[in-house]
C-alpha cells in the first residue's frame, strides 16, 4: 500500500503535516520525515513526544490526512514530489509496536499508528 516514491520521500529532509479533527474543530501538528518508520504489516508509525491535542482527536475521531514531500525527489512535473495520505490512527503506548518505535526514539511518550486507506502523489 506504500508506493516506492513514498518510501523515498520519507529518506529526505522535509515536514510532515498531520491533520486532525476534535470536537473543537481541526487541528494540525508537524513532525519529520526522517521520522516516520513502516511497520512491518504497512502502518505508518509516527513518534509522539507531545501531540496531546491530535491524541484527544484521534480518541474522538480517528480520521487523520497527512501531508509530506521533499524538493530532493523527482516528483510528477520535475523536482518536487508530495503526497497525501488519509487513514486510521491509534496512539500506541504498551506493546511491540510501542517497544520498536521507542528503541530509535527515546524521547517518545507515544506511537502514533496509522493504518493507511490512500496516498495519493500531488506533485
Given amino acids: 500500500m506504500i508506493p516506492e516514491k513514498l518510501r523515498e520521500i520519507m529518506k529526505k529532509d522535509g515536514v510532515v503535516a498531520i491533520a486532525s479533527q476534535g470536537p473543537d474543530g481541526p487541528h494540525m501538528v508537524n513532525t519529520w520525515n526522517s521520522y516516520l518508520r513502516i511497520?512491518?504489516?504497512?502502518?505508518?508509525?509516527?513518534?509522539?513526544?507531545?501531540?496531546?491535542?491530535?491524541?484527544?482527536?484521534?480518541?474522538?475521531?480517528p480520521e487523520v490526512l497527512i501531508t509530506l514531500g521533499s524538493s530532493k525527489v523527482e516528483g510528477l512535473h520535475g523536482p518536487g514530489a508530495g503526497f497525501l495520505i488519509k487513514g486510521k490512527a491509534r496512539f500506541i503506548t504498551s506493546g511491540p509496536d510501542f517497544d520498536f518505535m521507542k528503541e530509535k526514539f527515546g524521547w517518545l511518550r507515544a506511537t502514533l499508528a496509522i493504518t493507511i486507506e490512500s496516498a495519493t502523489q500531488t506533485w
Fill in 39 to 61: 511497520s512491518q504489516d504497512g502502518r505508518l508509525f509516527v513518534p509522539a513526544g507531545y501531540m496531546h491535542t491530535t491524541e484527544a482527536n484521534v480518541a474522538h475521531n
